[in-house]
């Protein structure tokens, strides 16, 4: 057994490995391509359970614990880290906020169908002039009787099209600056209504839609193509009070500890891209020939993959622990932004090496390394670019010396 994880941990993440491996494996290549969202492997991972896996089953969910959702991302980004990130999104970013900072009506409303995939979720944080900042929002939202009138732009939003529930957060008091941010849940159809319709998924027609929010313009990205990526317009968005997700003032701090589980994921998505790279690159090294040997039976390639393996190694245990802690109900933000930056980076450098060790081949999209080496990219970027984490890590362990407690406010992206 491993330290982290017990028997049913092993036995799904075989589960998802064989998916990953015998359905996702031959499309991504041209998923990629074709910068196309994977609807018909999303609809049969919804019908595995797998966009709700921690969810509490009252909920609809699987009701298992965050390192089987780990676990889950890890395999899935060892083959394709668009299908990963689909997850990753919808799970903790979509969803979470729902059922951590909801009221119980707000639950029951929205969650079920979350949990169980019958729509995709998304999380409305970074705008044009709030990235990494993220306490400089201008999406503005102004009470008017009944409903909150909400106007702005969301950009680098996932599942911003296919998407149908979103969490979104929006400025309610500009005197107090970030403790004037409040969290909101919109709702819009999908974009793809048509196919979604024919697929039994993705739509929910007995939504009450939000006027004035809408899609915008798609991105077309270095990696991750096959995972949405757009704007979220609010324009003159009509929000019902109801709507308002945890108190007013509260969103920044809320936010905050999204980010703190979302990076949980990225961190598991980035190991499974590296497990991934070194995998292709064992595999090419056995086979390849040079100067009348195989490639692997130089030292040097030894050494370049028995290091990369190793700190694979401990890039895993840093995010099963990190997921360890968060299931056991205690303070995991310094961990999950070290597990985040050290795995973000180690999926760079793994990607980089596998593609060096394949040579000319592994510049073409005849070996998945490329397409791995673009999407390890995004890694250092999403959920908080690696300065951020490590000005994040680097104030845990000042509060740590001071000996305080309490956490203090962090930046996200």
Known sequence: MEPYLGREHLEFREEVRAFAR?????????????????????????????????????YGGMGRD???????????????????????????????????????????????????????????????????????????????????????????????????????????????????????????????????????????????FTPGVRAGKKEDKLGWRASDTRELLLEDARVPLDHQLGAEGEGFVNFMKTLDAGRVGVAALSVGLAQGALEEALRYTQEREQFGKKLWEFQAVHFRLADLATEIEAGRLLTYRAAWLQDHGQPFGREAAMAKLFCSELAMRATTLAVQLLGGVGYTDDYPVERMMRDAKVCEIGEGTSEVQRMVIARHLARGFAGEDEPSRSEGS
């Open 66 to 208: 965050h390192r089987s959702y780990i676990v889950a991302v890890e395999e899935l980004a060892r083959v394709d880290a668009s299908h990963a990130i689909t997850v990753s999104a919808h799970t903790t970013l979509g969803t979470s906020p729902i059922l951590a900072f909801g009221t119980e009506e707000q639950r029951r409303r929205w969650v079920p169908l979350l949990a169980r995939g019958r729509v995709l979720g998304g999380f409305g944080l970074t705008e044009p002039g709030a990235g990494s900042d993220a306490s400089r929002t201008r999406t503005r939202a102004v009470r008017e009787g009944d409903h909150w009138r909400i106007h702005g732009t969301k950009i680098f939003i996932t599942h911003a099209g296919v998407g149908e529930i979103f969490t979104v957060t929006a400025m309610t008091d500009p005197s107090r600056e970030a403790r004037g941010i409040t969290s909101f849940v919109v709702c819009k159809p999908t974009v793809d209504l048509d196919r979604t319709q024919a697929l039994g998924v993705g739509h929910a027609p007995e939504l009450a």
């Open 22 to 58: 015998e359905r996702i494996r031959p499309l991504a290549p041209a998923l990629d391509r074709r910068a196309e969202f994977p609807w018909e492997t999303v609809k049969e991972m919804a019908l595995r359970g797998w966009l709700g896996i921690p969810i509490p089953e009252e």
